[in-house]
């Protein structure tokens, strides 16, 4: 905090207070903002009792030179506001009213308190948020209000709040989300306002886009923000596949003495990989498997052409190929009606015989019945399974009991470095949004002209 000019005039020679009305002049009263970028400027030290001249004088001998060391000499301004070349050679503020620069009050201020801010954009969450780079990064943003919703309370008191935000910041686990705050048509019935819904991540199993569409509410999601973890995840079950340790490490904990050329496992290097799907996971794996293991990538994605396929490292092929010719088969695609069983009993039985299955993608892509009866049979050698058609799985499942079946409880993409990503990308959307500004990632872009509609007409500013 600067010094008070009054409390340093009733200690300071008359003759030396030459420089408080330049005090006056850059001491700011703007409130301070946590990140805004301040100016430094140094104020010329008081001149020591017996001081001659006025204050162009050079210092007397024995006199420190310079700026003083005290941190009170300094004023820290805003960008907006003036500093050192708004004084004359003698120090008098030109820009106070009276002086030759003055430009009248600053519209910023009335009565040294700031103008009030228009009505923030509010951003309601339940409960808890996957990580704390989400209101980290939210609280850079001063157009946003975000509002905790605690799930400990009555529904009616849960909706009642979720009524009152501007867009809502929903679970994108089925099993973390109770089921009466799922995006459907039920629920934005009864909050006719919302605007924006986002998910927690690169999925939006919690929500129906059609519903959103039909409401105007804007959809977005925070794909590509766990890719690496994902991707990781992905190419680590197929080492652990080919290489057999579950099955290794079943037979030692077992106490079962066998011979170790039983477990026999394959490299994966100069293996083809097959991937269905090549969006931003999809294509990490590619990237991987290529540059790390040299392994030929084939892809299947109808919505993307050759070239393109291509330049995220594979070579497009249609499923029968893809089925046919991959030694490891890589599941890397959201869930819709188009996809959903997509593998079945039929795609199984056309894999090569002692392929790899793996998926990091959703449940109810793959028919999993077909798959234990496959890996059974024989005709499969391993699957690693890190999605699935009820999350957590019942304890009886009979692919939990597979000694050549790894299991996880879709925890691909939940690494601390992709669960502050996404969190952060989920935070900077609703900043997009609150600025006036279309966010990326949208799920349904159809509704965009709708959305902006109601944008305009809940908070009186359009969006672009």
């Known amino acids: 905090m600067p010094v008070s000019p009054r409390a340093i005039a009733s200690t300071t020679p008359a003759r030396s207070c030459w420089w408080l009305r ?85 519209p910023s201020q009335r009565g040294n308190r700031p103008v009030p801010d228009p009505r923030r954009f509010r951003v309601g969450y339940l409960s808890h948020v996957p990580h704390p780079s989400f209101l980290e990064t939210a609280a850079l943003h001063p157009e946003l209000e975000v509002v905790r919703i605690p799930l400990d309370q009555p529904e009616s008191a849960v909706l009642d709040a979720l009524r009152g935000v501007d867009a809502y910041y929903v679970m994108a686990s089925r099993d973390e989300l109770p089921k009466p705050f799922h995006v459907n048509a039920a629920l934005l019935r009864q909050l006719p306002d919302l605007l924006m819904v986002g998910s927690t991540g690169a999925g939006y199993d919690t929500v129906d886009p059609g519903a959103c569409t039909e409401a105007g509410v804007l959809l977005v999601n925070q794909a590509g923000g766990n890719a690496e973890g994902v991707a990781e995840h992905a190419v680590g079950m197929m080492l652990s596949l080919l290489k057999r340790m579950p099955e290794a490490g079943a037979a030692m904990r077992a106490g079962r003495a066998r011979d170790r050329s039983a477990l026999m496992g394959r490299e994966l290097r100069g293996r083809t990989v097959g991937l269905v799907g090549i969006g931003n996971v999809g294509t990490r794996v590619a990237e991987i498997v290529r540059l790390g293991f040299s392994c030929p990538v084939l892809a299947c994605d109808p919505y993307l052409d050759d070239a393109t396929i291509a330049a995220r490292g594979a070579r497009k092929v249609e499923m029968p190929e893809l089925l046919a010719e991959s030694d490891v088969v890589s599941l890397h695609l959201p869930l819709s009606p188009e996809s959903r069983n997509l593998l079945n009993g039929e795609s199984f039985a056309r894999m090569k015989p002692g392929a790899i299955f ?49 299991v996880t409880q879709h925890t691909a993409g939940v690494t601390h470095e992709s669960r502050a990503n996404i969190t952060r990308i989920a935070a900077l959307a609703f900043a997009d949004a609150a600025k006036g500004l279309m966010p990326p990632r949208i799920i349904n872009p159809a509704v965009a002209p709708r959305f902006a509609e109601r944008y305009a007409a809940k908070l009186g500013r359009r969006i672009a």
Not at 366 to 387: I, K, N, T
Request: net charge positive; with cysteine; hydrophobic share 30%.
């Open 22 to 106: 330049r005090a006056r002049c850059i001491t700011s009263t703007a409130p301070r903002t946590p990140g805004a970028n301040l100016r430094f400027v140094w104020l010329r030290r008081v001149a020591p009792h017996g001081a001659t001249g006025g204050p162009r004088s050079e210092p007397r001998a024995g006199h420190a030179t310079g700026p003083p060391a005290s941190p009170r000499s300094i004023t820290a301004l805003t960008p907006g506001q003036r500093g050192r070349s708004e004084t004359d050679s003698w120090g008098r503020c030109l820009s106070a009213p009276g002086g030759r620069g003055y430009k009248g009050p600053n």
């Open 358 to 406: 793996v998926t990091t993608a959703r449940g109810n892509i793959h028919d999993e019945p077909a798959l234990h009866a496959a890996l059974r049979s024989g005709h499969l050698a391993g699957a690693g399974l890190d999605v699935w058609e009820q999350e957590p799985p019942p304890p009886e499942h009979p692919l939990l009991h597979m000694a050549n079946v790894i």
